[in-house]
């Protein structure tokens, strides 16, 4: 459903965005994740064909987003940070609105308001002026007005931002609400949990490059290696020396507590657990320790950051050594 191979875009000698590459099916949702300024944005933007392409291309729902632009952009449906309400109107006048700019029959866009509308659970407010509207409540309205004309690709650029905590709890719910098995969602946004609650495959964006892409649990791993288990004891562990069987391994260690690392889970934590009872610790819990997102993305920015300094290095003394030539 969305397909990038190589997608660049400059603005003159400035590279906003540098050779993305994406694949997401249908069904998933894709969350880009990155600070403000990495190009989260500008990627979108070509996605939905208002920008084109430097270099490199990408296919939205079967379409070029240059050779085909108007087939995109009736296939997508758009939410941007600033989604720019009609105050006066209310909830069924805009979104008729719209559904007359969409080109959709009156009993069509009709039948789709209330449906989206109850959906979402903002059938309370269609008579009420956008202008009242919370911030949560106008998120959640155009996130119906990106829906009318049921497209199968959803852009959704920051849709939480500078939210206060309920208004945004609103927002998210909504997207989870409507996602289905033949739409696939784009999100963009620099907000870790909400990355973590709403992702199926996340790409890390980094000044314009994409450092890490994958499914959501299979990006942790390769990351951050191995999840960790953590056994809590009744008593303290300051005499305790216990072997380890092969394959699990002591990475830390408090008063009441052990965490392990360990190889191959379903068959060597039993016997770990008989070795814990066998040394008379009376264990409380034992449970794994997973990693998150955030563990995941600190990394791999950590990663880019030494090779570039590598680079910046190599650069340098390359060029110490030509001035002594």
């Not at 449970?287 to 955030?294: D, G, Q």
Request: aromatic letters at 6%; a negative charge.
């Amino acid at each position: 459903m969305i397909y990038t191979e190589n997608l660049t875009k400059k603005f003159n000698e400035f590279v906003a965005v540098n050779n993305v590459n994406l694949d997401v099916p249908a069904g998933q949702v894709l969350v880009l994740l990155g600070p403000n300024g990495a190009g989260k944005t500008t990627t979108v933007r070509m996605l939905d064909s208002i920008l084109v392409p430097t270099e490199g291309r990408a296919v939205v729902a079967g379409y070029d987003v240059v050779k085909d632009a108007e087939a995109v952009r009736s296939r997508v449906g758009v939410l941007t940070e600033h989604h720019g309400l009609y105050g006066r109107m209310n909830g069924d006048e805009y979104l008729e609105f719209f559904g007359e700019l969409y080109g959709l029959p009156r009993p069509v866009y009709l039948e789709r308001i209330d449906q989206l509308l109850k959906q979402v659970g903002m059938d309370f407010a269609r008579s009420q002026r956008l202008g009242e509207y919370s911030k949560g409540m106008r998120q959640k309205l155009s996130l119906v007005r990106s829906m009318l004309h049921d497209p199968p690709v959803l852009l959704l650029d920051e849709p939480t931002s500078a939210m206060d905590p309920e208004s945004a709890r609103m927002v998210r719910d909504a997207i989870k609400d409507l996602r289905s098995g033949d739409r696939t969602i784009l999100l963009c946004t620099h907000n870790l949990q909400e990355a973590e609650e709403l992702a199926d495959q996340v790409a890390i964006i980094w000044h314009g490059q994409i450092i890490a892409n994958g499914p959501l649990q299979e990006m942790k791993a390769g990351l951050l290696g191995p999840v960790e288990y953590e056994a809590r004891v009744v008593h303290h562990l300051d005499g305790w020396e216990g072997r380890l069987s092969k394959g699990v391994f002591l990475t830390g260690r408090g008063e009441d507590w052990l965490r392990f690392k360990i190889e191959e889970p379903r068959e060597t934590t039993p016997r770990l657990l008989r070795k814990l009872l066998r040394d008379r610790l009376d264990v409380i819990s034992f449970r794994e320790v997973p990693h998150t997102l955030e563990q995941a993305y600190l990394k791999a920015v950590s990663q880019v950051q030494k090779e570039q300094e590598s680079d910046q290095e190599r650069k340098e003394d390359q060029e110490l050594e030509v001035d002594h030539a």
